[in-house]
């Protein structure tokens, strides 16, 4: 019996042996995805206030044409050709 206990023993020992390391490798994997999903979320944040930004900008774009400055109507003049 002391044979067979002692080989018992030992596959235990190596199963748990191996689920440690196991375990070390999916610790050290999920520090890893964590600090890859982290990363992420500082990307997300920086779009936090893109549409309200986009919002601003289509307003600004659609002023009518009297607010706007006006444009030269001399365009054309260094190539030599008149505005039409």
Avoid at 23 to 29: I, P
């Amino acid at each position: 019996m002391t044979k067979e206990h002692a080989a018992i023993e030992k596959s235990l020992r190596q199963a748990a042996e191996l689920a440690k390391a196991t375990a070390a490798e999916a610790s050290r994997v999920a520090g890893i995805e964590r600090a890859r999903a982290d990363a992420i979320e500082k990307q997300l944040a920086k779009f936090q206030d893109l549409p309200a930004a986009l919002e601003a900008a289509i307003r600004r774009s659609e002023i009518p044409l009297k607010q706007r400055k006006p444009v030269s109507k001399r365009r054309g003049i260094t190539s030599g050709r008149k505005a039409r």
